[in-house]
């Protein structure tokens, strides 16, 4: 028996490690890819190149326009750290009353928030791009920015109620008795405790704003203000009529840097932030 469960959790592995690989695959391919020369990257589909350049990563960095590919790193990355701090505050301000205390028709506007989950994004775009015209915010960040501040991601407010909800409700009584106000128990007693909840939605808001494409192609319109979703998509049709596949596959690595990392970094709160909000 103890010989047939070793056998069967060696099958196991080797089954999810062969999935893993297959799941990988593209992402080797991608990787070779941009160490190959333009003219092998179709015809040499193995995955150790027969012949190694560094042109496209050198090439790909000088980017377009007089604008390097760094410059649309650092637009990502200035939008994502405006992003973050944006649904951190607004969506744990929102989420604490709907956790923690009590008011009218509470479930009421909890229920109507979960609903706006439901809601496609691009339902709204057309009036909020005409509400963000009018503002003369067109071809400007705000758009992408400002809207982080006014807890406009439900799914973020509900992890960290989910999480805010799980704290025991005799910590606000020990706080309040010590002189505490509703603010102070926020800012001095919760938030201190959703530290999981907050990374976790980091992460998120991280992912998911480094590689919004839509968002930056509706308002942004001048290469220098691109992002580097943006910037990848010039590699496509380029000015001179064709596709720097190389370039693309090179710059395409290097943005997939900035996600693994903090992915590999903050796994553990990612896993403890899910995990302890209920959502499973």
């Given amino acids: 028996m103890h010989a047939s469960g070793t056998i069967n959790r060696y099958v196991y592995h080797g089954v999810i490690l062969i999935c893993s690989l297959g799941m990988l695959y593209p992402v080797f391919w991608m990787l070779s890819s941009s160490f190959k020369p333009q003219t092998l990257i179709f015809q040499d589909l193995s995955l150790w190149p027969s012949e190694v350049t560094l042109a496209n990563y050198v090439e ?20 994502v750290t405006v992003s973050i701090v944006g649904n951190l505050i607004s969506c744990s301000l929102a989420a604490y009353p709907f956790a923690r205390m009590e008011f009218p028709l509470r479930k009421f506007w909890f229920a109507v928030m979960m609903v706006t ?35 406009v991601d439900p799914f973020y407010i509900f992890l960290m109620v989910q999480f805010m909800r799980n704290l025991p409700k005799e910590l606000d009584s020990a706080a309040t008795v010590d002189g505490c106000g509703k603010f102070q128990i926020y ?18 808001t991280f992912i998911y704003v480094w590689n919004d494409f839509f968002g930056p192609l509706i308002y942004i319109s001048q290469v220098k203000d691109f992002t ?7 590699f496509i049709s380029s000015g001179e009529g064709k596709s720097e596949y ?16 903090i992915f590999v970094f903050f796994q553990k709160y990612l896993v403890e932030g899910i995990a302890t909000s209920g959502i499973k």
């Fill in 60 to 79: 790909g960095w000088l980017g377009f326009s007089g604008t390097s590919f760094g410059r649309f790193f650092a637009n990502s990355l200035f939008i």
């Fill in 117 to 151: 989950i439901m809601l496609p994004h691009h339902v709204v775009i057309i009036p909020q791009y005409i509400l963000f015209k009018q503002f003369d915010w067109i071809n400007t960040y705000y758009p992408l920015l400002v809207p982080r501040f006014f807890a």
């Fill in 187 to 204: 800012w001095r007693l919760i938030l201190p405790l959703s530290l999981p909840a907050l990374v976790t939605t980091t992460i998120f």
């Fill in 228 to 234: 580097a979703t943006l910037g990848l998509s010039l």
């Fill in 246 to 261: 190389g370039q693309l596959f090179a710059m395409s690595m290097l943005s997939l840097i900035p996600l693994f990392s």
